[in-house]
């Protein structure tokens, strides 16, 4: 998340993927925990903080342009695709064999079954709350 005069950037999961997004981050009793915001946010920290990145160069984009959000939502667009490349990545651990059985034809990444969290992956420009 990225704040900025009165406005903040949110990239991940929103309404009752958020649910679903919360089990696979934390675990439950019976999912493991499988972090992709918080491996997402250790990997882009360094990007955005950087004086020449996408964080900095929207910011100045924002402040030069008398309120035009552009900048902001292309930031919020390459949050969204960052946490959608962490889902992809295979986070550890590995699949129980009882679900790489179940999941055999669809896919045998961690956090994809059927793709619906991946493709819910999203971002929001809004007021700071």
């Known amino acids: ?12 999961l929103f309404g009752e ?3 679903i997004g919360l089990y696979n981050e934390k675990g ?12 997402t946010a ?3 920290m360094p ?16 402040l030069n342009s008398n ?15 960052e ?5 992809e990545s295979n986070v550890q651990p590995p699949n129980a064999e009882s679900t790489l059985k179940r999941k055999r034809l669809r896919s045998t990444k961690t956090l994809v079954d059927y793709g619906n969290m991946l493709r819910a992956v999203t ?4 007021e700071k709350q």
Request: aromatic share 8%.
């Open 47 to 62: 990007k955005l903080k950087r004086k020449s990145g996408p964080m900095v160069q929207a910011v100045k984009a924002y």
């Open 83 to 87: 946490i959608q490349k962490t889902i």
């Open 28 to 39: 439950t009793d019976r999912i493991p925990a499988r972090p992709f915001m918080k491996i």
């Open 17 to 19: 993927q958020a649910e």
């Open 1 to 12: 998340m990225a704040k900025l005069d009165g406005l903040e950037i949110v990239g991940g």
């Open 123 to 126: 971002f929001r420009v809004r």
């Open 42 to 44: 250790r990997r882009v």
């Open 67 to 81: 309120g035009d959000t552009t900048k902001l939502y292309s930031l919020g667009a390459w949050l969204a695709v």
